[in-house]
């Protein structure tokens, strides 16, 4: 994705969810963690729709999404705390 494109959206709970990019399990923990101490309702998404995955068992690679009109300010979160 480059800077000018949109992120990928599709609805979450009903709600329009951007998706902010694929990681290592561990690693969108620590960025859900992030975005939640800024209060970024950021959800995780796996490969799997059972409950075991939303557990924290699936360690594969993830979707990290946030709602769609608070996209642009987890990015600034995100880039913010990663200098």
Do not use: C
């Amino acid at each position: 994705m480059g800077l000018n494109d949109e992120p990928r959206v599709e609805p979450i709970g009903g709600e329009p969810y951007a998706l902010v990019g694929e990681f290592d399990r561990f690693y969108a923990d620590a960025l859900l963690m992030k975005l939640h101490q800024v209060g970024i309702p950021a959800r995780i998404r796996t490969p799997f729709e059972q409950a075991e995955a939303y557990t924290g068992v699936y360690t594969g690679v993830v979707s990290l999404w946030v709602p769609q009109v608070l996209y642009e300010r987890a990015l600034a979160w995100l880039e913010r705390d990663a200098d």
